[in-house]
C-alpha cells in the first residue's frame, strides 16, 4: 500500500512557475513510476507527466512540453512537477499517483492522492 500527499498549489499568475510535490509513504516506493495528472472543471483527468523508478525515463503531454518536468528523489520518497510559464488552461486539480509501469492512462497507477489546486490568472 501506498499513501500520495500532493502539496505546492495555489494561484499564480499566467506566466508564473510552481512546484508540486507529492511525498510517498508506505512500501516499497521507489520500485513504482510515478505519474501527474489533472482535472480541470467539467473535463476528464487527462495525463501530464510520468517517470520511472529509476528516473531515467520521464515524458510530457504534448500540451505541457517544454514547460513542465518530472523528477525524483528516491531518498526523499518525493516526487515534483516544476511547472514554468504557466497559462490560464493549466488550471486543474493535480493529483500524483503510483504504479508499476510507465504509462499515460489511468489505469496504468494503482495508488491516487487527493489531488492539490492549481489556478492560474490571466
Known amino acids: 500500500q501506498v499513501q500520495l500527499v500532493e502539496s505546492g498549489g495555489g494561484l499564480v499568475q499566467a506566466g508564473g512557475s510552481l512546484r508540486l510535490s507529492c511525498v510517498a509513504s508506505?512500501?516499497?516506493?521507489?520500485?513504482?513510476?510515478m505519474g501527474w495528472f489533472r482535472q480541470a472543471p467539467g473535463k476528464e483527468r487527462e495525463f501530464v507527466a510520468a517517470?520511472?523508478?529509476?528516473?531515467?525515463?520521464?515524458y510530457n503531454a504534448d500540451s505541457v512540453k517544454g514547460r513542465f518536468s518530472i523528477s525524483r528523489d528516491n531518498a526523499k520518497n518525493t516526487v515534483y512537477l516544476q511547472m514554468n510559464s504557466l497559462k490560464p488552461e493549466d488550471t486543474a486539480v493535480y493529483y500524483c499517483s503510483a504504479g508499476r509501469g510507465l504509462g499515460r492512462s489511468m489505469g496504468d497507477y494503482n495508488y491516487w492522492g487527493q489531488g492539490t489546486q492549481v489556478t492560474v490568472s490571466s
Open positions: 508506505g512500501r516499497a516506493f521507489s520500485s513504482y513510476s
Open positions: 517517470i520511472r523508478w529509476t528516473g531515467s525515463t520521464a
